[in-house]
């Protein structure tokens, strides 16, 4: 079992930054390929960023592109998600996910999730 818990959610002004953290416990972090999702109210979640084990490319969802970085500490246990430049349209719940396979992570059926920290961009 791992057990996935977000933070760092909060409220942003447009074109301003944050960076959302997630700790897993349980087995060993190293080993699982790492995501975040995302879902918008009256929307489907969608994946925005996935990583396999460390050191490999990660792969991003065309709109966070450029704006949005996954980095992870395996002595932390932790994954990052920084995010710049965020838009209004950004504003969505982000959850953290972990899978044993990269593949079945960027299909969107990670083996586990976490309860969600909001993400609120709006002057």
């Known amino acids: 079992q791992v057990k996935l818990v977000e933070s760092g959610g909060g409220l942003v002004q447009p074109g301003g930054d944050l960076k959302l953290s997630c700790v897993a416990s349980?087995?060993?972090?190293?080993?699982?390929?790492m995501g975040w999702f995302r879902q918008a109210p009256g929307k489907e979640r969608e994946l925005l960023v996935a990583?396999?084990?460390?050191?490999?490319?990660?792969y991003y969802t065309d709109s966070v592109k450029g704006r949005f970085a996954i980095s992870r500490d395996n002595f932390k246990n932790t994954v990052f998600l920084q995010m710049n430049s965020l838009k209004p349209e950004d504003t969505a719940v982000y959850y953290c996910?972990?899978?044993?396979?990269?593949?079945?992570?960027?299909?969107?059926?990670?083996?586990?999730w976490g309860k969600g920290t909001q993400v609120t961009v709006s002057s």
């Open positions: 996910a972990a899978a044993g396979a990269f593949r079945t992570l960027v299909d969107g059926r990670p083996n586990y």
């Open positions: 349980g087995r060993v972090f190293s080993t699982y390929a």
């Open positions: 990583q396999g084990v460390s050191g490999d490319t990660p």
